[in-house]
């Protein structure tokens, strides 16, 4: 299973507690986990660096085959591994209470489905991005301590043996027959006092946690083609919310190389502006209001730290930017650097300001109302966007290379156009609707002159010819009607000219060589061939899409053509977050 110590990226599932994140190889290791939150230094990172890493293992002895899946609609992991003498199943959770909670708690249940088998396990929690081995602060009876800096971690197994610690490890060994089972439990604080549990508390919890799992997703309406894959990316976005905040991490994973042995690795255990517009639209058709809600109200809180300029992204207390920095770690299969942060949060973006004004806008349509401070804020950011259309930028590929995007346009006027709406809807104050028009005619005339040849909308208004799937979402913005033929045309030179083989495209041109296929991408040529009416194909499209999930049903970044091998940070929110809006798309349109 494992390559010089790594497990292929699609054979991770995630677990979370919505404060953190752990991902669950198929060989029964956690081999990333960041506590108290997403984006806090690394207690198993393994992930990043198989020697030095830390994880923590629960498995068979012997030799084993694997199945797993979700148990149910819930963020639960059930792992059966068939050995040659018995069949044990693992349940993995990060533990979800109605009570007060101020620790992570991992419980691992280990039941013996048939026959006997041996069971191995370990814990080796490390400190920080250093890597340094944990040091023991107290063995008590039944448990553990280990303290990595200001984190500590209880370690307690149940009837799974008995447990030594030595060199930072608490590690033990059992053997289990059919109807036996152990849980092994790792109580994770931040400078606040450790809880010693019995195995009734880990039970209670694990129940706790499917009975959360299964309320948060009650209100989901969806009643079409692709249920599964809709449900099961439901929550996968479940997983990566920041309960506390409404923010929503990208990814709770960092430096997941685009290609194996490459340098494009990147820090996404941050909240992108892009990313919030697509989750409150797909909440919002999915019945998902306190998702919503939760998610525009973190946003406009953010965006009061920078006021009137809009940040690509910011982290779980709204700052707008986190230094990158290089960590000495071995990189995922060699693939290096590994970062923690993200310097695209220095970068001018205009997408941005239509995608924090169209999640406003959606959220109104919707019949909510905006709090009085952000209809101020919403018209000051649309006088800003009259100020500074004109300027290239980096675009939605967060590029070094600075031009006039076509996509960056359209952001521009899509802004200008929704606050207009919103001033005639009485939603916003002080505004000044007839020069947000007039601006508007003016992004919309210059798109026009500088964004199409040969009769395609093309990456940029600079003369490169280029294309980009980015122009795959113009319909959401209302600029071009999906049924003029140019539009129809820019599908279909997209399809020809980045198409990776089957259903799988490349970002925009020139790409081939540098990355593999960019999975959000095929689920916008979806949406894409929706709005444009060419439903057939569009369906076609989407089978053949939610065929390539992992065996647990989530979706990296990117995906190899040649063996369909995922690439990436994994779960990535938005290639889940375009497979949910294609979905609505293609089952709102399916009587067009």
């Not at 599932?13 to 990333?32: F, N, T, Y």
């Not at 849980?183 to 931040?190: A, D, G, Q, W």
């Not at 369906?539 to 190899?560: K, R």
Request: net charge negative; proline share 4%; aromatic share 8%.
């Amino acid at each position: 299973m494992r390559d010089e110590g790594y497990a292929p990226i699609g054979d991770y599932a995630v677990i979370s507690d919505q404060r953190s994140a752990a991902m669950v190889a198929k060989d029964g290791a956690i081999d990333w986990l960041c506590a108290p939150r997403f984006d806090s230094d690394p207690l198993f990172a393994r992930l990043l660096d198989a020697q030095r890493g830390g994880a923590c293992e629960l498995r068979p002895v012997d030799p084993f085959t694997v199945e797993r899946s979700y148990d149910g609609d819930t963020n639960i992991l059930q792992t059966t591994f068939t050995t040659p003498t018995g069949t044990l199943r693992v349940t993995d959770a990060l533990t979800i209470s109605p009570r007060m909670q101020r620790f992570s708690h991992l419980v691992r249940r280990a039941e013996c489905l048939s026959g006997e088998v041996e069971v191995r396990w370990a814990a080796t929690p490390r400190v920080g991005w250093a890597c340094d081995p944990a040091q023991l602060r107290l063995a008590a009876e039944g448990a553990h301590v280990l303290a990595c800096g200001a984190v500590e971690v209880m370690v307690q197994a149940f009837d799974l043996g008995d447990a030594v610690c030595s060199d930072g490890e608490v590690r033990g060994a059992g053997r289990l027959t059919a109807g036996d089972s152990g849980v092994l439990s790792l109580l994770i604080t931040h400078s606040f006092p450790l809880l010693k549990l019995d195995r009734g508390h880990c039970e209670e919890r694990l129940d706790e946690t499917r009975t959360f799992w299964r309320s948060w997703m009650e209100p989901l309406e969806y009643d079409g083609p692709w249920v599964d894959a809709v449900r099961r990316s439901v929550l996968a976005l479940g997983a990566c919310v920041h309960d506390q905040t409404g923010a929503m991490v990208a990814a709770p994973t960092t430096s997941l190389p685009e290609v194996i042995g490459g340098s494009r690795n990147f820090d996404y255990r941050y909240c992108w502006v892009r990313d919030t517009s697509f989750a409150l639209d797909a909440a919002l058709q999915l019945g998902l209001t306190q998702l919503a809600q939760a998610t525009l109200g973190w946003l406009l809180r953010s965006e009061r730290r920078t006021h009137p300029r809009v940040n690509v992204f910011f982290d779980l207390d709204a700052e707008a930017y986190r230094p990158q920095q290089k960590m000495p770690l071995a990189g995922y299969r060699g693939s290096t650097p590994v970062l923690s942060g993200n310097d695209a949060g220095t970068q001018l973006q205009l997408g941005c300001y239509g995608d924090l004004m169209e999640t406003a806008f959606l959220f109104v349509r919707s019949g909510s109302v905006l709090d009085d401070q952000s209809a101020l804020h919403l018209a000051e950011v649309a006088d800003q966007v009259c100020e500074i259309w004109r300027n290239p930028d980096a675009g939605i590929w967060e590029l070094d290379d600075r031009r006039d995007y076509t996509h960056s346009k359209i952001g521009c006027w899509t802004a200008l156009d929704r606050a207009a709406q919103l001033a005639e809807s009485g939603n916003l104050r002080r505004p000044h609707a007839d020069r947000w028009r007039a601006t508007q005619a003016q992004i919309g005339e210059w798109i026009e002159e500088h964004c199409f040849e040969d009769g395609i909308l093309r990456r940029d208004g600079n003369g490169s010819g280029d294309l980009d799937c980015a122009l795959l979402l113009v319909p959401r913005s209302n600029v071009m009607d999906a049924a003029d033929p140019r539009f129809n045309a820019t599908i279909d030179a997209i399809r020809e000219e980045l198409g990776a083989g089957g259903p799988l495209v490349y970002r925009y041109s020139g790409m081939r060589e540098q990355e593999n296929a960019f999975l959000p991408c095929s689920f916008w040529l979806v949406e894409a061939l929706a709005a444009a009416h060419r439903m057939a194909e569009a369906s076609a499209l989407m089978d053949e899409l939610v065929q390539l999930t992992t065996d647990v049903g989530l979706l990296a970044e990117e995906m190899d053509p040649a063996d369909h091998s995922m690439r990436g940070n994994l779960p990535l929110c938005l290639s889940h977050l375009a497979l949910l809006n294609a979905a609505a798309c293609v089952n709102g349109n399916a009587g067009g």
